[in-house]
């Protein structure tokens, strides 16, 4: 039945296939003391992929690389791998030491088709070679500014530096020790502009003394100039200023022939057998009991009666110390209680006048002309009338008496009846205005 199975999910399945190749072991032979470089070609692991759907197309697969100790997720430490682009080649670098020599270390290389998804490993036999001539006693570090490491491990270019390093130094044997980017130095990682690189430390090591030009610069003058972050004049810089930049203040000077090893002291380890102290003797079974009823009280009721007389002060602040306003009355000025009196008054009076108003229109909004000819009627109060008395809205009551007036149609001599309501004002009735109404 499992059988029946497997062969269902393999029909049933997507077509997603992810292919793992391995290749041959590749075997390598570095020296201890001296730098080791091997580059990943990414033309070397084309050929296990498949090529473009369209023929004529040229590959250029996006390819990464995974490097790895046999059976650990990490590389050893002294090999280091760098890779700027799934389009560039990898690199392999470091500097085997001489612990390392006669132990094989082989490393898994998983390259990756980051178009496909597919994947080819093989694995690189590192056996590093031990010899007399290395490490060499004399070492000298050099920083140079406007290199990355990528560029630095190229052959050519590395071979250039060598050439003008012997120049300077005129040793019988001179070789790359190791390769550091500036970086791996707690370097900053430099701006996009300017094309600003990140720089490297190149540590070469020769046979004889280093020379007067490299002595230069534990001159008191130039440490001087270096303190004050100044460039130190050295004679052969020019050798190297054409191609590369040499911070000559970062410069590292080592004869390791001088050079005391220390050695950390460590206890001598022991057998790891505990030493015989004699047999187990349990406590006493005759203990004497302890009361915890005073510990109680000390955990408990201190803090509830402090609690309590913090609530019976703020209970009494915010009860029984409260100001009335019979208080605050005797406090106050007699002239603001009276302004005070006066504004609620006021206001009071106010609020009673706006709820008895009327809804009807004042009389002096309404129209007011001669019924015959049309002519506008003068002011509702002569000049002479007194109006102090007055006030500024005028109330209109007693509107149930109407008075009726003739109005002349345009036809002729038919009249028709147009009505006047009899209005109030303060309780005088307004029959002046409709006497002069008449009288027109």
């Known amino acids: 039945m499992d059988s029946v199975g497997v062969l269902l999910w393999l029909i049933l399945a997507p077509v997603v296939t992810i292919v793992s190749r391995s290749h041959a072991d590749r075997n390598v032979y570095p020296s201890a003391g001296v730098l080791f470089v091997h580059v990943l070609e990414r033309e070397y692991f084309k050929g296990e992929f498949p090529p473009y759907p369209k023929p004529g197309d040229t590959s250029n697969d996006p390819i990464t690389f995974n ?10 430490g002294w090999l280091r791998y760098i890779q700027r682009t799934p389009h560039s080649d990898g690199v392999l670098y470091g500097s085997p030491t001489a612990e390392h020599v006669g132990k094989p270390t082989i490393i898994e290389i998983t390259a990756y088709n980051r178009r496909t998804f597919e994947t080819a490993r093989h694995n690189l036999v590192i056996n590093i070679m031990g010899t007399e001539e290395f490490p060499l006693p004399y070492q000298a570090e050099f920083y140079i500014k406007n290199m990355n490491v990528e560029e630095m491990l190229a052959s050519e270019v590395l071979g250039d530096f060598l050439g003008a390093v012997k120049n300077v130094w005129q040793p019988e044997r001179l070789n790359a020790i190791n390769i550091t980017s500036a970086l791996d130095r707690g370097g900053r990682v430099p701006l996009p502009i300017n094309n600003l690189k990140e720089g490297v430390y190149v540590m070469v090591g020769a046979d004889v003394q280093f020379s007067s030009c490299l002595r230069e610069v534990e001159t008191p003058q130039n440490q001087l100039r270096c303190s004050q972050e100044m460039e130190p004049v050295i004679s052969c810089d020019k050798k190297f200023r ?52 005073t510990d109680f009280l000390v955990t408990l009721a201190v803090p509830s009666a402090v609690a309590l007389v913090l609530f019976v002060i703020l209970g009494y602040s915010m009860c029984c110390r409260r100001e009335g306003v019979e208080k605050r009355n005797m406090q106050t000025p007699d002239i603001q209680l009276v302004h ?68 002349q149609q345009p036809s002729g001599g038919n009249y028709c009846m147009s009505t006047f309501r009899r209005l109030e004002v303060n309780g005088i009735p307004e029959e002046r205005k409709v006497a002069e109404a008449l009288n027109l």
């Open 242 to 293: 054409a191609q590369f930049h040499i911070d000559w203040c970062k410069i590292s000077l080592v004869d390791i022939t001088k050079v005391v090893p220390v050695h950390n002291s460590r206890p001598d380890p022991g057998t790891g057998v505990l030493p015989d102290i004699g047999e187990y003797n349990p406590p006493s079974e005759s203990l004497k009991s302890r009361d915890y009823f």
């Open 67 to 76: 490097t790895n100790l046999k059976g650990y997720p990490d590389r050893p």
């Open 340 to 407: 005070h009196s006066s504004i609620q008054k006021s206001t009071k009076e106010l609020r009673s006048m706006s709820k008895n108003r009327e809804i009807s229109w004042p009389l002096s909004t309404l129209p007011v002309f001669n019924p015959v000819s049309g002519e506008v009627v003068p002011p509702i109060h002569p000049d002479n009338y007194e109006t102090t008395s007055m006030p500024l809205m005028q109330t209109q009551t007693n509107l149930q008496n109407q008075i009726q007036i003739p109005q």
